[in-house]
């Protein structure tokens, strides 16, 4: 019998497990006689193979999400597949600095589901189909404030033909009337796109510059004129009123 490697070595017995002279016995090609030594050689070599080959594979999926993460094409994709199952379209000219800190951190993290999730409620769009009742400038000093232009001018349509998707942030305020009025305003750049009046219930107020179809937008009327602006130039082919119109 071989001698025991361990004492040869460090000049220690072994511990008596014939591990060392088994391992020694398979580099002699001798398989019987490590089988005799040592019979769990044969369990714990294919243990070992599996343990390193697992571990080389975590590590090369490691390397490889390091290296998606770091690469600006792939990161892009990701977004337009969460956009796309989000159904936000590129029309709405959605970028990472308009999506929710929890959103973006998905995008990062490669979680599509919860990415799609968040977009879905960070994204504000609307969609409206049917008659537009009326449409008209105000000029009265709130809108002028809450708009930051000379005017508002505003569109007029039922409740149920507008389709909003997304969550907005809304503002209640009193007018001179003694109406309610509320305002809704994108959760991400703050720009206003509805109104409503408890004066006029079942109508919501479309701001006009949210729209795509721009040849829609065609005033009917100005609304307290007497706090326009001075520099502004009232179109003459349709009325205008000092305050709101009496009510017939």
């Avoid at 002279?21 to 002699?28: D, N, Q, S, Y």
């Amino acid at each position: 019998m071989m001698p025991c490697l361990s004492k040869s070595v460090w000049g220690v017995d072994c511990p008596g497990c014939g591990l060392q002279r088994a391992v020694a016995f398979l580099f002699e090609g001798e398989f019987a006689a490590a089988w005799n030594m040592w019979p769990a050689i044969y369990t714990v070599i294919p243990l070992f193979a599996f343990i390193f080959k697992l571990s080389s594979e975590i590590l090369f999926k490691m390397s490889r999400l390091q290296s998606e993460n770091n690469n600006p094409e792939k990161a892009n994709l990701f977004l337009e597949e969460a956009m796309y199952q989000a159904e936000v379209s590129k029309n709405d000219q959605v970028s990472s600095s308009v999506l929710s800190t929890k959103a973006q951190k998905c995008i990062e993290d490669r979680n599509l589901d919860q990415a799609v999730e968040y977009l879905t409620q960070v994204i504000e769009k609307f969609e409206a189909n049917g008659d537009i009742a009326m449409q008209g400038n105000c000029h009265c000093t709130d809108c002028q404030q809450v708009s930051g232009s000379a005017y508002a001018t505003l569109l007029f349509m039922k409740d149920e033909d507008v389709k909003i998707t997304g969550e907005t942030k809304r503002f209640q305020h009193t007018v001179d009337s003694g109406n309610a009025l509320t305002k809704d305003f994108c959760g991400n750049c703050g720009s206003q796109m509805f109104g409503g009046n408890v004066g006029r219930p079942g109508m919501t107020a479309i701001k006009a510059g949210v729209i795509n179809e721009k040849s829609e937008v065609n005033p009917q009327f100005n609304v307290y004129a007497s706090s326009k602006i001075p520099c502004t130039i009232l179109d003459e082919s349709i009325p205008a009123f000092d305050k709101m119109p009496p009510q017939s």
